[in-house]
């Protein structure tokens, strides 16, 4: 079922229309009005005989014409009331309940009440919005359930989300207030989300001819991992911008009281937002910039940009904004394009074809503006721009902006326009913007939507090359067992029993042996070519090994061997006496390498994750690691080793043995893999993983299966 | 002579007023008149009669009543001349030259021209401002000397420095149309600075009553050391807020083109400013939010804050901006606050005491606003408040706005206001302003703008707790001869020599012996107790010894030395034939520790800056290091490592020793005085350098001395 009853209905009853300004249900009706919501709107209030000169019913199935949408407005407890109402009438089909005190109280009779005011919904065919929600925009037809006043419906190509009513709302104010309106075309709160949750509207979105780009405010999901597959499927077709918080602790610790959802791991956001071709902003006047500029403009083909200005300072901080991506490259004039922008433009212009950076000087008139960007346009080289202007006393602006918009008019790459005088430019950023040429406060703000932009342009790009294989592999009858015992027994599988698993997943481990007694440990040796080895304690009751004397190193003989293994099993009974132990592990010592450390968990929110990092104990203090959700293709697989600040180890410098990638990636992939395909699998530790030119090899290997 | 003849003229003459929109004479005369400057403006041009119903004079001779300042807006060749008028008349005691054409052109005739106008002024006693600058404003007396139309002048505690005409302008008509105007104290674009330059204008407003902070715009200066201590005198007695534009490299290289002064590394724009007390800022929004948080309010005194929000999603966004910055820690509310909000507050509140966080729900109203920030500004724990709202459609803003500036009054803790709802708050934050509380546009910058009210209070606090000492050290005779030989024949000092010289200056080597022969080094080798050794090539011609063979390590036996010695002077002189070869430097191998390094540079804009860093491959690629100009206060060392990422490395974890920090700060801060004693000193490197829990030893020292 489409949410267009919500956003597209025929007619709206406003149950809890209200004359009273402190009450919800006055301002609700008032907007509906007021906004020139083209259908019948009906308000229901059983005290009043009539509301703003409008006929006003007693109930719900006093009102003869049709009733599509309806608006509830009115104390928690009357609600199941209205739904029976709605469903007696029969032609209800979608329902917003503004009303709070439900779920969200936490209390059970509540609970209970939202549960059952959802039965009644589902027995007559009804939608439900909320509880606890403020409900839709659309600017297309003036549709305002929300009660908040005085937002400017200006139609755009943004659309939003918000998990803040409160929030959502003030922000269109105040984006719809600024000197030049901006425009939006739908806008959602859900609440509690009962019914109609987040997901449908971003699909509602998707299929919007009017969304050109979402814009979501977001505190934390429940269902980040359904969150994800959607907004990866919407994000092909439609640009995601998302202002997520809870970026740092204080902020996560404020949202979890507020909304009561759980709040993941903001490192994980980070990462999975970027898999999933979601454009994450850290303010929020950075999700409205980058909200216009990506709804009202083609994006860039690529990401050489040039910054076109007429005064010196707002270019230098532009430059500054651009220069701090490496998303970003400054555009390599043509000589053709310095030739032509030399000949255009007064003589103290100066032309930096190294750069992509033109200053007109104060010299430039609204001629030069216009004829300089053309040129710009022009150039195959260029794939945006971004236009600054103090605009001098003997300049106008509006002129200026009249005659950038004729040059930008059907033009195929962006440009994002800063003007900056105060009130004195407000006429000429409304002439842009009502021509599709977004414009923006700050030269800086200019600079990163045109950023974000890139970014999207790059994101769609890399998502088009991505090719998701699935990665065959299936569990031996030996590590099927395993898993059915341990499931039994216990959680913590041993280092063979790891090794046996992961093997099956095509992870390849350095060969070993366990050693039952000292004669087998010395047996062991021998038959591993009689290299110095490592023996380790193997017991599913021991996680940590180390830490009870359980590992020991670069044994060089038999004897050694031999003593070794008796000193390990003394020192583990002494620690853990009842540990059951199963014998010793052993194995050759490996070369030293770059270390490195792999891993998998299944988040809560999030699901199968997949961690590599570099290991040891300086990059320890860093947490130099990169997480992705599993499962992953290989191109998103190298943008991990990307995120990694020592990456150029990996890559081989001063005398340090170049790694091999691949195989790092292999083993990342296959662990997504298993993750994917072994509900059962909790956790997966390769710590440390030596990285070698030709060969990557796991030294120790922990698998923690789920608790059952 | 101070500035007062210019921010505080008693009479002005333009010349080179004009009836010409066109023309910069214009405006600044229209300015005068508009404004209402309070004394007699009179206008200079010979070709008009009157100009605005003014009489207009033909030249500054003719005028009858006295001419304090005159303001110069005629073209470049004719600037002489107006000189020479004044310097007849004798009274005038200042000018601003807004004529460009000068030495900003680079062209020789240009520079010479400029040098003129100065002759003539410095012997007519008149004062010079640019040419090539805009001049000053002043509210206290409606004085503006610019061409910038529109800027309104409210009174307020900022004063402006701006490298940008244009932008300095265009920021204050921004900063002035906002919803509540913003005020501002004094304002000065200082262009060609052939005379008056931005450092007399800092101290001048150092010494201005009306100014309460100071915010800077600068593109690149080409005496950042005398800025950098003018910036430390005047930022003991008032903040200064800078926007340093050059952050990155593409705006470094545009800001070079614009001003054609040359931007220095930013890295050591970042440290110095920090050190001298200045707040660093990175947008223009952000320069204009501090400057107004900072004048209008009392510093906190410490840096716990708490978060008064009634709407979840701003609350949110302002916490996670505060959580981002280490400088910051959530205020831990008194029991008493909690039961005196619970009390107050209604009964959806949230009080949050572990992280000063209260969320008064939707359902607070404008006495709850006030109450709720009363019981907070009591509570000793909380030094700062952020305070947010979107008020519900039945809170009145204006009546919040007076209750709150009501409690807020005489308060001697600061609060940064948010109130978010589009146009509807406008009056609100006119009234939140005009009563000293400052409104921000979105939460995320209330709570930055309290973040650098945190940082101001804090590097104050530093500042008072620092003590600079005067480390005394003087050269050996030995020292002092081998720099005056070495001036000579080269400027690369051997390591012994470097030794010499940085022994002077109380850094401990580890002892060492030069050899000439193989039976030198053999007896060496015994002097020095018999130990594993390294031997090193000793030749001024040798900057990398490595790289020629010139280094062998871990020699244990007399044989060993003697045969190493022998292949060193064979490799080296095979390498490099030329190189005049003083022996091998033999020194005990030193046994593993934390590496780092330790130096010193002289840069050409910033003077003597120590660096230390982190040493080895690993860190190499991260550029883990911190710089200081010096000489600087151990206060200050300590902070160099807090710069460090690798900071716990050096406290010791996991089975590394911990490092004797205050042995790495000595060598640091001897480095410094050092190259404060020494200008013949070019460079110094100590790397590597091994830091132990008692010891710090460099295991290499290069001197390099300046090429005369």
Request: charged share 25%; net charge negative; glycine share 8%.
């Amino acid at each position: 079922m489409s949410l267009s009853h919500y956003f597209n209905p025929s007619s709206i009853a406003v149950v809890g229309a209200s004359n009273d300004p402190g009450k919800a249900g006055c301002q609700i009706f008032k907007n509906l009005l007021e906004l020139g919501f083209n259908g019948p709107v009906y308000a229901v209030n059983p005290k009043l005989p009539e509301l703003f000169g409008r006929k006003c019913y007693g109930s719900l199935k006093e009102i003869d014409g049709p009733v599509e949408l309806m608006i509830v407005s009115i104390p928690a407890f009357g609600v199941p009331q209205v739904f029976e109402d709605a469903k007696d009438r029969g032609d209800v089909r979608a329902a917003v309940i503004i009303a709070s005190g439900f779920s969200e109280t936490r209390i059970p009779e509540r609970i209970e009440l939202e549960k059952q005011v959802l039965k009644i919904a589902k027995e007559g065919n009804i939608r439900v919005m909320g509880p606890n929600c403020v409900g839709v925009m659309n600017t297309s037809n003036h549709l305002d359930t929300t009660f908040a006043a005085g937002i400017i419906q200006t139609p755009g190509g943004m659309s939003v989300i918000s998990q803040s009513g409160s929030l959502g709302a003030s922000l269109m104010m105040f984006a719809t207030h600024q000197p030049a309106s901006m425009g939006f075309a739908k806008w959602a709160h859900v609440g509690n989300q009962t019914d109609v949750d987040v997901l449908e509207v971003m699909r509602f979105y998707k299929e919007d001819p009017d969304t050109k780009a979402i814009a979501i405010y977001m505190e934390g999901i429940n269902n980040a991992r359904d969150f994800l597959e959607v907004a990866r499927e919407v994000s092909e077709k439609k640009p995601i911008i998302a202002l997520k918080v809870g970026r740092s602790e204080a902020g996560s610790g404020a949202a979890a009281s507020h909304t009561g959802s759980l709040v993941g791991s903001d490192a994980l956001y980070d990462a999975s937002f970027r898999q999933m071709g979601i454009i994450r902003v850290d303010t929020i006047e950075e999700l409205l910039d980058t909200a216009k500029a990506i709804s009202m403009q083609p994006l860039p083909k690529g990401n050489r940009i040039a910054v076109l200005t007429e005064a010196g300072g707002p270019g230098i901080i532009a430059m500054d904004e651009l220069g701090m991506s490496a998303d970003i490259t400054m555009a390599p004039l043509e000589s053709k394009t310095i030739e032509a922008l030399k000949e255009a433009l007064p003589p103290m212009a100066i032309v930096d074809h190294t750069t992509g950076y033109i200053d007109m000087s104060a010299a430039a008139d609204e001629d030069h503006h216009a004829k300089a960007l053309k040129i710009l346009l022009d150039d195959p080289n260029v794939d945006g721009i971004v236009h600054l202007s103090v605009p001098p006393t003997f300049l106008l602006p509006d002129v200026m902006a009249q005659k950038t918009a004729g040059v930008l008019k059907g033009a195929e790459k962006p440009v994002a326009v800063c003007y900056l005088a105060g009130e004195w430019i407000n006429n000429a950023r409304r002439i842009l913007e009502s021509s599709g040429v977004p414009s923006f406060d700050m030269p800086e703000r200019a600079a990163k939507a045109m950023k974000n932009m890139v970014l999207r342009s790059k994101l769609i790009d890399s998502k088009k090359k991505e090719k998701m294989e699935k990665r065959i592999f299936s569990l031996s009858e030996t590590s099927r067992k395993i898993i059915e015992q341990k499931k039994q027994s216990g959680y913590n599988l041993t280092e063979p029993e790891a090794r046996s698993i992961l093997s099956d997943y095509g992870i390849v481990f350095h060969p070993a042996v366990v050693a039952k007694s000292p004669e087998e440990a010395e047996k062991a040796f021998l038959s591993l070519g009689g290299v110095p080895v490592v023996l380790k304690i193997v017991s599913s009751d021991i996680l940590h090994k180390s830490d009870v004397g359980g590992v020991e190193t670069n044994k060089k003989t038999p004897e050694e061997v031999r003593k070794s293994f008796e000193s390990i099993i003394l020192k583990v009974k002494s620690s853990i006496p009842e540990a059951r132990i199963e014998g010793c592990l052993i194995t050759p010592m490996a070369r030293e390498g770059t270390e490195m450390i792999i891993g998998a968990m299944r988040d809560s929110q999030f699901g199968p994750v997949v961690m590599l990092g570099m290991g040891g104990i300086f990059v320890e203090v860093l947490k130099d690691v990169s997480f992705r959700i599993a499962p992953f293709s290989r191109e998103e697989a190298w943008t991990m080793i990307d995120d990694l600040k020592f990456k150029p180890i990996l890559q081989g410098i001063r005398g340090i043995e170049k790694a091999d990638i691949d195989g790092i990636l292999d083993i990342a992939q296959n662990l997504g893999q298993l993750m994917s395909d072994h509900p059962e699998i909790l956790e997966v530790d390769l710590n440390p993983v030596r990285a070698y030119a030709k060969e990557v090899c796991p030294l120790d290997a922990r698998v923690i299966l789920k608790k059952t």
